[in-house]
């Protein structure tokens, strides 16, 4: 008799990558999964290149090679004046994804709650649940995506760690120095160690900041800050990641990561040693750029007539679809690839009880001005093409 264990029983497969696959099988322009769709920058690849020729085809050390947690160590101490030794506290992963896990893995034990902001990445309850941990949600409210202090402060008692992603993935809301100061003292006070996802750092609108959780106030002890080369750099299947964290908690991420990956590419690795000494000007124009992305998809979901929550950050716009009379996200997500021929995410996905998504949608942004363009021609007159209502 074959036997599942009960832990995998309590998730599903990511709701993300199944759009994917039905993006594929329908011919579907993909605004589901958040991958770029353009090139990632030319001085980048060629450093892949020229790495792979120079034979650099073996295990680097397993917490990443000296080169890349110099580059790490480099750009936090350029961009946020926070100084981060190379040798004790930083370890390269198989992308963030396999960070977080593994951050987890290491810091949290069976029966400890792990806090997590609502909705959330899909990947978070997930990670808890195969530590042996209990996440507890917190909701973020709609239409600024703000949290009720007291609700933040009763899940925060007892708890053993929280996940904070800033920009965030779904909402794009970009936490305030203020929320996170408040986050702070939450951890001071219950000794709560911070999981912070940061991998979308540089990509922020209407004046909107990215602030390092690590850099406040008695913060520096009791975060991991998380993040990967993906989403700046257009390299989301290149699987490089990594975790900075004080050296005894990064001793213990050390440990996991080596016996769940053993390493990240080694000659990607070299490359992304190059992609993180890219000059201040890089970032200045993907920021830019997206800014443009974002301001056409939102004319586009708007005119189709979606109910837009605009992004502060990351490239992702959640929807309100409660117009469309559909019975739910998953059916107008499913009828929306296979007959517009557009992918989005159903809503659900990032939610603990999948009603609460029912009315929502997500889309990406990170496309070609030409991808974008073709899928507003595909939305257009949206409502006319509905099935019509039970």
Known sequence: MTHVSAKAGLFTESVIREMTRLAIR???????????????????????CAAIQADVNQ????????????????????????????????????????????????????GDAVVVFEPFYENYGPDAILAGASPRYVRLREPDWTFDRQELARAMDGARAIIINTPNNPTGKVFSEEELREIAALCRKHDVVAITDEIYEHLVYEGSRHVLMAALPGMRERTVTINALSKTYSVTGWRVGWAIAPPQLTDAIRKVHDFV???????????????????????????R????????????????????FPPKGAYYILTDISGFGFSDDVAFARWLVSEVKVAAVPGSSFYARPADGRERLRFSFCKKPETLAAAAERL??????????P
């Open 261 to 287: 990956s053993v390493g990240a590419a080694a000659p990607l690795q070299e490359a992304g040693a190059a992609a993180l000494a890219l000059p201040d000007g890089y970032y200045e124009e993907i920021g």
């Open 380 to 389: 257009a007159g949206l409502r006319g093409k509905l099935p019509p209502t």
């Open 26 to 48: 329908h011919g579907a322009i993909n605004l589901a999964q958040g991958f770029p769709d353009f090139p990632a920058p030319q001085a980048i690849k060629d450093a892949a």
């Open 59 to 110: 295990y680097a050390i397993t917490w990443g090679s000296k080169r890349l947690r110099d580059a790490i160590a480099a750009k936090s101490e350029r961009h946020y004046g926070f100084p981060v030794d190379p040798e004790t506290e930083v370890c390269v992963t198989c992308g963030a994804t396999e960070a977080m896990f593994s951050v987890i893995v290491a810091l949290v034990d069976p």
């Open 289 to 308: 750029d997206y800014a443009e992305r974002r301001e056409t998809m939102l004319r586009t979901l708007e005119g189709a007539g979606f109910r837009c």
